[in-house]
């Protein structure tokens, strides 16, 4: 299980917020039910920049990784939730199709890539707080049978009030 981690500041024009996001990048494992880890397949989610403003574009991405010999099926990724530190149900601008999410095969030493994108607001900088997607996927592993993972993008919002030059 890696941790890569960023940490950056954005500015905007005087008298607006600015957020501090560190970002990391999450790779989960997939399990049995009985909570035995399978190594070659994992799940990795995260956003694409490590600072945003007001009404800044993030891009989420989701990969499942088959580092495995064997083909995947019924591959599946679940939407579980998308809020902010006011636990605000958030709704992303774009994502893939219902259809994409589900039922999908996965051959030996390939991936599957779900893109997603939101727009911040002024209230996800509102005080000190996080922005969270988390998902989860299951899929059919030919040797155990249904594996599964959780992962989440997190997004730490730091806001500060950004004071025009004197």
Same mark, same amino acid.
């Given at each position: 299980?890696?941790?890569?981690?960023?940490?950056?500041?954005?500015?905007?024009?005087?008298?607006? =917020?600015?957020?501090?996001? !560190? *970002?990391?990048?999450? %790779?989960a494992s997939f399990t /049995?039910?009985?909570?035995? &880890?399978?190594? +070659?397949?994992?799940?990795?989610?995260l956003v694409d920049q490590?600072?945003?403003?007001?009404?800044?574009?993030?891009?989420?991405?989701?990969?499942?990784?088959?580092?495995?010999?064997?083909?995947?099926?019924?591959?599946?990724?679940?939407? =579980?939730?998308?809020?902010? !530190? *006011?636990?605000?149900? %958030?709704?992303?601008?774009? /994502?893939?199709?219902?259809? &994409?999410?589900? +039922?999908?095969?996965?051959?030996?030493?390939?991936?599957?890539?779900?893109?997603?994108?939101?727009?911040?607001?002024?209230?996800?900088?509102?005080?000190?707080?996080?922005?969270?997607?988390?998902?989860?996927?299951?899929?059919?592993?030919?040797?155990?049978?249904?594996?599964?993972?959780?992962?989440?993008?997190?997004?730490?919002?730091?806001?500060?009030?950004?004071?025009?030059?004197?």
């Open positions: 299980m890696g941790n890569n981690s960023h940490t950056g500041v954005a500015r905007t024009a005087p008298e607006q =917020r600015t957020i501090q996001l !560190d *970002a990391q990048c999450p %790779l /049995q039910a009985d909570g035995v &880890e399978v190594p +070659g397949i994992s799940l990795v989610y490590v600072s945003a403003g007001t009404r800044e574009h993030l891009r989420f991405t989701a990969w499942i990784l088959n580092g495995t010999p064997e083909t995947l099926t019924g591959v599946e990724l679940q939407l =579980r939730s998308f809020t902010n !530190d *006011a636990l605000d149900q %958030l709704t992303y601008l774009t /994502q893939p199709e219902p259809q &994409e999410l589900k +039922g999908r095969t996965l051959g030996p030493r390939q991936s599957l890539r779900f893109p997603f994108s939101y727009i911040t607001s002024p209230k996800d900088l509102e005080g000190d707080g996080l922005l969270i997607s988390a998902l989860q996927a299951e899929l059919n592993f030919p040797a155990t049978g249904r594996l599964y993972s959780e992962c989440d993008a997190v997004v730490n919002a730091r806001c500060r009030k950004v004071m025009p030059p004197r």
